[in-house]
């Protein structure tokens, strides 16, 4: 069983930076493969980042293309989210998930962390 906990959430102005980590336990996630989503308020989960079990490989929402980056440290048992250029439509709660088998599913997810951005 693979835990997940999400940090660095918080409050930021439009344009600035925030980086967000998710630390697992449990279970190590070298093999697995990480994900980021988020869930804005009346609105559905929506899929934000992907990262292959050895960090070879990274998918992006066209949506935060070119401004978010996912990475991941298997020694940390980590895997991080760092947001730049922020809009106030990324606000949103954000969850770590982890899955062995690549496809739309995900058994294993975090509680959240709230990020705001003020415009």
């Known amino acids: 069983q693979v835990r997940l906990v999400e940090s660095g959430g918080g409050l930021v102005q439009a344009g600035g930076s925030l980086g967000l980590s998710c630390a697992a336990s449990?279970?190590?996630?070298?093999?697995?493969?990480m994900a980021w989503f988020r869930q804005a308020p009346g609105r559905e989960r929506d899929f934000v980042a992907r990262?292959?079990?050895?960090?070879?490989?990274?998918t992006y929402a066209d949506s935060v293309k070119g401004r978010f980056t996912i990475s991941r440290d298997n020694a940390k048992n980590t895997v991080y989210l760092q947001m730049n250029t922020l809009k106030a439509e990324d606000t949103a709660v954000y969850y770590c998930?982890?899955?062995?088998?690549?496809?739309?599913?995900?058994?294993?997810w975090g509680q959240g962390t709230q990020v705001t951005v003020s415009s």
């Open positions: 990262i292959s079990w050895n960090g070879g490989s990274t």
């Open positions: 998930a982890a899955q062995l088998v690549p496809g739309p599913s995900y058994p294993y």
């Open positions: 449990g279970r190590t996630i070298s093999g697995y493969h």
